[in-house]
Each structure stands twice: as C-alpha cells, then as structure tokens.
C-alpha cells in the first residue's frame, strides 16, 4: 500500500509541477502583469499539505528555469512560502468561502516580501514578467524602484494568487468525495 500511496503523490506532484510551468509559459509569453505560476502548487497544497507543496513548487521553479525563463530559479524561494503557507492556511480552513479573501492574503505578504526583495535588489526591480512593465511607469513617475517593486508584487501577487485559490477551490470541490477522502487520509 505503501507504494501506491507514493506513486499517487508523485503523479499528483508532477501534474501540480506541470500546471505551474505552462500557467508560467502562458503568463510569460502573453506578457501578463500576473504569474500563473503557482496553481499546481496551491492545488497540491490543498491535496496532499504544504510538503508536497513546496516540492512542487520548487519543481515547478526548476523546470521552468532550466527551459525557457531563468528568472524562475531566483524565486523559488518565494514557491517554498507559496507551497507551505497555502497548504497551512488551507489547513485551517482560510480557503474557503468568505475567508478566502483572507486567507489568501495572509500568506500572499510574506511571498510579495520575498518577491520583491528578490527582484529589487537582484535585478533592479525588471524581469521576464509582464508586471516589470507595471515597475517601470512607476520609476517614470518618480516612484523608488524598491517603493515601486513592493506596491506592485503586493497587488500582482495577490491577483495571481487568489485567482489561483478560486480555480484550485473549483476543482477541489468539483472532485468526487471518495477521492479528497483518500487524499486526506493519506498526508
């Protein structure tokens, strides 16, 4: 039984992986002020618990890094935080109907604070995504590149974030009950 349980959690991590790096394709190449780059990460979070997360979203950070965005291997620290607060706050119940609103907030902060640090001070607040673009007509406004990196991820992130919460939250719910009993009892 063991190794079912593990061959379940594997292909459960490699779909979450494989959502996080065409949500990061799709966000990259249209150019998006979002990243799309979690999903699979939330969603494993939500399945399997925030160990599973962060491998997830580590994996995801790799894949994309080594294929078609190098930025992706600097923030993989923020996919760690990803992984494990959604999967703490889901724990809790903070995902869920009006809390969610919350819940997604809360563990949204700390990876706008690591996101933005990362970008700020590694790459002077410009990277692959669609919202450097955001960054930029701030600096043209007079805004400090940090000032301007910080109010941005906070409001990108948290975009990205609970639109990734709601589609994860649609899908969860739409699963059939024998198998979130499975999932559950298997974390």
């Known amino acids: 039984m063991n190794k079912t349980v593990n061959v379940k959690n594997i292909t459960l991590i490699s779909m979450g992986i494989a959502l996080n790096v065409v949500g990061a394709f799709i966000a990259l190449n249209l150019r998006l002020p979002i990243y799309l780059d979690s999903i699979g990460t939330i969603l494993i979070a939500c399945m399997l618990g925030p160990k599973y997360a962060v491998i997830t979203g580590v994996g995801g950070s790799l894949v994309s ?5 190098i930025y992706s291997l600097y923030f993989a620290p923020v996919q760690i935080t990803t992984g494990y607060l959604a999967g ?7 995902l869920k109907g009006v809390k969610t609103l919350l819940g997604t907030f809360i563990f949204t902060l700390p990876t706008s604070i690591i996101s933005a640090t990362i970008a700020a001070f590694l790459f002077g ?13 701030l600096s043209h406004f007079n805004v400090p590149v940090v000032v301007g ?8 992130d948290y975009a990205d974030k609970f639109l990734a919460v709601v589609l994860v ?3 969860v719910n739409s699963m ?3 198998l979130k009993t499975s999932m559950t009892t298997n974390k």
């Open 65 to 69: 890094g080594m294929t078609f965005d």
């Open 125 to 137: 607040g410009v990277t692959s995504s669609g919202s450097s673009y955001i960054v930029q007509i």
């Open 169 to 171: 939250g649609i899908v």
């Open 149 to 156: 990196v910080f109010v941005t991820q906070v409001f990108t």
């Open 88 to 94: 703490l706050m889901y724990k809790k119940g903070m």
């Open 176 to 178: 059939p009950k024998a």
